[in-house]
């Protein structure tokens, strides 16, 4: 189904199907394997298959280029104090958009396409995936609102063969 001319019409409809066959989990919102996940906002990105788990294992934190942003430090102050997360997993990906430009290089993308400027907003972009992801799982264990003894890990998920590689 289209989306309408831009409308939601889709979502709607599947929903509707959707529903018909919803049996409602008898889950908290606490994570029930201890686990949140910081990756990419990449659709190719199944979290929680890649892990092998399922919906209400995990918490899920997401956005460009799986960074550990001031946002994502509040929502793990969450989860490790009320929701269970007693271990967190940063996942960056080949092949990701954030680590193949300079700064400059993705808001001149933005504004050839759409012809918004976005420079005035950080984009976060990365020139080596590893350091960026050592730097972000130091962030982590480093945070003094986090507790004491949080397991981190830092670990790239490789799109073009599914493999998870523990790097820190």
Do not use: W
């Amino acid at each position: 189904m289209s989306a309408d001319n831009g409308t939601f019409a889709d979502l709607f409809a599947a929903n509707n199907e959707f529903t018909k066959n919803f049996e409602p989990h008898k889950l908290t919102g606490r994570a029930l394997k201890g686990l949140a996940i910081v990756t990419c906002m990449d659709s190719r990105i199944e979290p929680l298959k890649i892990v092998g788990m399922k919906a209400g294992d995990a918490k899920i934190l997401r956005n460009a280029g799986a960074r550990v942003t001031e946002d994502v430090l509040r929502t793990l102050i969450l989860a490790t104090h009320l929701l269970n997360v007693n271990r967190v997993l940063v996942m960056p990906h080949t092949d990701c958009r954030m680590a193949s430009g300079t700064e400059p290089e993705v808001h001149a993308a933005i504004f050839e396409a759409s012809g918004v400027d976005t420079r005035s907003i950080e984009i976060r972009t990365v020139k080596d995936q590893r350091a960026a992801l050592e730097t972000d799982v130091t962030r982590i264990k480093t945070y003094p609102l986090l507790p004491t003894g949080l397991e981190v890990i830092g670990a790239i998920y490789h799109v073009e063969n599914g493999t998870l590689e523990k790097l820190f």
